[in-house]
Nanobody
């Protein structure tokens, strides 16, 4: 299983970006997918996640500004980042909890990070 993330970049404060992450490989089912971020000198933190049933979770600092969504048929998760602030600057990592085969357990997988820089 591989996760590939797209969409980072440089944006001015108040701007928007959309991140995408595609899971590929041997996948029987996906329990949930989400996004973490790690700012310089800080620990990695969960930003948002979404279950296969569509239930979402956001950390308080992004609630109302970020929107997570998914396309289950495409094994893809999106993160729409609006009203970006300099403190949102971080490397964003895609994460997924996946059952690769029918009789296996669920495992955690990570994509490569994508850098989001919010600066004027």
């Amino acid at each position: 299983v591989q996760l590939q993330a797209f969409g980072g970049g440089l944006v001015q404060p108040g701007g928007s970006l959309r991140l995408s992450c595609v899971a590929s490989g041997t996948i029987f089912s996906i329990n949930f997918m989400g996004w973490y971020r790690q700012a310089p000198g800080k620990q990695r933190e969960l930003v948002a996640d979404i279950t296969s049933g569509g239930r979402t979770y956001y950390i308080d600092s992004v609630e109302g500004r970020f929107t997570i969504s998914s396309d289950n048929a495409k094994n893809t998760v999106y993160l729409q980042l609006n009203s970006l602030k300099p403190e949102d600057t971080a490397v964003y990592y895609c994460h997924a909890n996946i059952k690769p085969r029918r009789y296996s357990g669920y495992f955690d997988y990570w994509g490569q990070g994508t850098l989001v820089t919010v600066s004027s």
